[in-house]
């Protein structure tokens, strides 16, 4: 039969819950009311301490990427890279449409197996202006404590190609003053709320014949941005060489800003060319300097093609072994790891 406690007991027990209650108030309190101010200096163990991208700034080796539009769950395209270019990426890109939640899970999942996150943020059906006016913080504000909570490195783009006509942010639809405001707004928000673990990319695509937006109208400026991301293809228009694909934009940037440069999109297009165009792209890239290059490794029909396009590595035996073979002898391979 079990024992009674006296009544003594009872009084001392209910005394020191009733502290305890008091204490987790104080300290709930302390920290909702920090939220609530977005001061994003909420203080924490070094257990839990922010990730601070500012030691991967200046990256020493050449990163090998891939990008497609799955989830950072979706990890096919990952091994079947691997596969195909004989060795995993170091990034791994991916997209989100403006109002989505992110994913620090599935960001984390891809920051320990080796791959540095990417996620192009895309404005659909979003106004810059009211981005750049704070009509849009609410989301904001959500979107960065979400990546601060991952507690790893992401590379952020925002509404990259920005000077394409064919993006609704791009020109004709919304104007580069719109653009830069809404990007600076983006940056200090994250910065005023304390996110130390974004490497923000400013992404264009090439100056070409359909794109011919003047870049800097568009550059938010050196404060704002960490490296610069180049979006180009190997045709089946445009691109014949690095020279004439990637070098004259490469210039231009270079005459307003001195960051990193990563190539955020590109491959080639399946064609009797293929091969030396592979070997083009490597060396070009090599010589030019860039912390990386990433590849679209997908077969697709873009908007107004009749037919699908295939920038695949593996399209022949011949374009396989010359993706291999280049990316090596020009030291692309930069790897990550998620500790």
Known sequence: MARRPRPGYLLAAVALVIAGLVAAYVLGGQGAAGDTRETGRASASPATAPFDVSSM??????????????????????????????????????????GEDFDPEGNAFLWKHGQLPMLALVPVDTSL?????????????RLARQVAAYRGPLALSFAGEMNSPWNGWGP????????????????DVFHRLGVTNVIWVWNPHVVDTASKGELHTYFPGNDYVDWVGVVG????VDGVAFSTLFTPTLKEIARFCDKPVLITETGVAQGSSKQAQIRDLFKGAHDAGVIGLVWYDQRKTWPGSSQPTDWRIDTSLGAQAAFRVESARAGFGHPFTGD
């Open 57 to 98: 700034l200046r990256p020493s080796g050449r990163m090998l990427g891939v990008v497609d539009n799955k989830t950072p769950w979706q990890y096919g395209i990952v091994k079947t890279f691997t596969e195909q270019a004989g060795r995993a990426p170091d990034i791994r890109e991916y997209y989100t449409s403006w």
């Open 233 to 236: 293809y190997y045709g089946p």
């Open 129 to 141: 202006a009211r981005v750049a006016e704070g009509a849009e913080d609410a989301y904001i504000r």
């Open 172 to 187: 004709g639809h919304q104007e580069p003053s719109d653009f830069v405001g809404a990007w600076r707004h983006l940056h």
